[in-house]
């Protein structure tokens, strides 16, 4: 994994995507990462697309069963996770 | 909103009686769908029967599963709630379930399918070997989960015997177990996984225990203790409710006219057999898993207060009618199935992908290997497990 520390350089944005064709609504990222996700009808989206480095949101991610779940560093498009 | 009666009707409402559903569930989803139940340890608890006020007190972080732990809340249980990743909260809890949930996902679970099926059709090979009829809980249903959670986690197949007969004690009600009997069988369940992992550490093997260790040992990710429970906490997780599960779906299928037909003359039906399965079938003796609530938070139209408890029941969601059509239907062909047997939220069940490739080819292969199945006593004859949290046949005797 990209070392979060490393992103987390002052003034980086990450970008969060949930791919809905796979997203099966367990909410599991809405209770890991609070606020940053919404669930509705079985599906999961975003509340913001683009955010300040937040961990909460890596752990997210990283605990998607569906890998669903997209963190990106959207100044250099390295995705911080989940992890390959 | 009725009147709090005082004190609080005592649960569970009564017996639980081969895989039936009190019918007072559904009466209180009506009438008083946010109620006030005595649980048999811990006192009163709010007890909720509604799909929508469940996913809430599942995703809302206002509830709290950590202010649980060394607590005497309201309980099914004797145990008191020690620390493990389904008494965590965020971000603790997501500590534990990162380091795991990479050897669960979608994807690497279904590179196990072929494994899986070869496990599934070594004991249905067994199961012909036994000669009619034979018990399909003790030759299929129960070794499947324990061979498969035992490979993936490492644990040697000489033990299988030992950790089944102590988790089958520390899962007990306490009916007819004692509270000590089921302390110690946790302790032994403790005491066999640290002698484990110290054997693991001196020789690595590539399997989930050792990769554990690795995490802890080198990346110093969580500590020996939480390593042990997370470990007898998957072990245990892994086998007893599927294992049950199977029975009962197996169960479910061969006493209702023309169910078992279907999949065998439409083996494509068994993905969504087993997810209508999943909603239908009860696991658990009662509502549990207590969540309490860290400030007041209305629920439903009621206010929990602040400290109270709330028990769950992921089926007593799965019957609510305003979102599954005839919902105590076992309906083979249900299209829309957004059940939640493997619960919501941060908890979410950790092993539903290993679940459902274990109970997809269990109950395919068994289709098409055994087009004739059927039990080989009356419905009413099928004994149930007694003095145990996870309901399920304790013998299952069939012909084919
Ligand atoms: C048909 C089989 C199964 C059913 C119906 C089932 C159901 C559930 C449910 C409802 C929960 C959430 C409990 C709550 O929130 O109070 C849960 C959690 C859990 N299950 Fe399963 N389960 C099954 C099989 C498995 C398997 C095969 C594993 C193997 C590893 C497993 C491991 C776990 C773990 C570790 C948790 C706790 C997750 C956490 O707290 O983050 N389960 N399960
Ligand atoms: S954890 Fe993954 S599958 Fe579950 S709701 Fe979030 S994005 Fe969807």
Redesign the pocket.
Known sequence: MTEPGAAATAGARWAVTVDRSRCNGSAICAGTAHGRFRVENGKSRPVETEIAPDEAVLDAAESCPWEALTVTDLASGTVLAPEQ | MTTAEHPAPSYPFGPSEGLDLHPRYAELRREDPVSRVTMPYGGEAWLVTRYDDIKVV?ADSRFSRAATVGQDVPRMRPPIESEN??SMDPPD?SRL?KLVSKA?TVRRIEELRPRVQIMVDELVDDLLDAGQPADLAKTVAWPL?VRV?SELLGVPKEDRDNFRTWTGLALATGNETTPEQIEEALNQLLGYMGGLIVQRREKPTDDLLSGLIQARDDGDKLSEQELIVLAV??LA???E??AN?IGSHVYQLLTREGYWQRLVDDPELVPGAVEEL?RHTP?SVGAD?ARVALEDVEVGGRLIRKGEAVV?M?LLGNRDASVFERPDELDLDREKNPHM???H????????P??RV??QLALGTLARRLPNLRLAEAPADVPWRRDKIVRGPSALLVTW
């Open positions: 599942l990743i389904l809890h379930r669960f989960p959670i906490t998957l997780a892994g086998h409710t599927t599960q999943l696991l898993n769950v992921p047997a493997f619960g939220g941060v908890h979410h069940c950790l092993g539903a290993l679940a274990e109970l």
